[in-house]
């Protein structure tokens, strides 16, 4: 079975740009996250999609957004670029995701680094 | 809410030592316990996990208890390799559909 992939692998932006990332869950997984990671903060959750409805967002400003389509597929969009949003964007899946203390696994794509200038 | 605390490192060991990162955690309950590893410049990989108190989880050598009377889940494995050297990360859930991490150990095997 094919891993989580994300695409793309490698950005460059400048400040005040925007961008879409974009991830492809494990076939069959219906739950996609994303987590931001930088050397500061670790790793750090920004929101969870099941079946195209976001059911938890961390504590990120407005200009994180993300979606999902009918085929689980997901994308996250930064809008107006910030230098502090240089990171690796990991991306998720699982099969229904963790609600309380389950035992759904969340299984990580490679990332996409973004670096903003 | 759930959190973790990670022995932070850096950790440097020759091939063939005994390897122990620390995780303690706070939760509410017992949920999974989860142990993540990256290496060098690729996402996170599942390394094992745990789902209930005295669960032992187990992958490659490395072994990890889910021991609820110290809140522990402490990662070890017996002889560590220079293709072990990566980032750990101990996690759990925290509140509905996310995972909380520690700060990640970084671990170097030196040959």
């Known amino acids: 079975k094919a891993g989580v992939t994300q695409t793309p692998r490698y950005l460059i932006k400048t400040r005040g740009q925007q961008v879409t990332l974009s991830c492809s869950p494990i076939s069959g997984h219906r739950s996609v996250s994303w987590y931001q990671q930088t050397p500061g903060q670790g790793l750090q959750f920004l929101f969870e999609?099941?079946?195209?409805?976001?059911?938890n967002k961390g504590n990120f400003p407005g200009r994180f957004s993300g979606r999902q389509f009918s085929n689980s597929r997901s994308e996250m969009n930064v809008s107006t670029l910030e230098l502090g949003d240089s990171a690796l964007y990991l991306c998720?899946?699982?099969?229904?995701?963790?609600?309380?203390?389950?035992?759904?696994?969340?299984?990580f794509g490679p990332g996409t680094r973004l670096t903003v200038l | 809410g759930n959190s973790v605390t990670q022995m932070e490192g850096p950790v440097t060991l020759s091939e063939e030592a005994f390897l122990t990162i620390n995780c303690t955690y706070t939760a509410t309950g017992y949920p999974s316990l989860f142990w993540y590893v990256q290496y060098p410049g690729e996402g996170l990989q599942l390394l094992l996990k745990?789902?209930?108190?005295?669960d032992k989880g187990s992958n490659k050598g490395f072994e990890a208890t889910y021991r609820k009377e110290t809140t522990s889940f402490h990662l070890e494995k017996g002889s560590v390799q220079v293709s072990d050297s990566a980032v750990y990360f101990c996690a759990l859930p925290r509140g509905n559909y996310k995972l909380t991490f520690g700060k990640g150990t970084l671990l170097t095997v030196n040959p």
């Open positions: 745990a789902t209930k108190a005295d």
């Open positions: 999609y099941f079946s195209e409805t976001q059911r």
């Open positions: 998720a899946s699982s099969p229904s995701g963790l609600a309380g203390g389950g035992a759904d696994t969340q299984y």
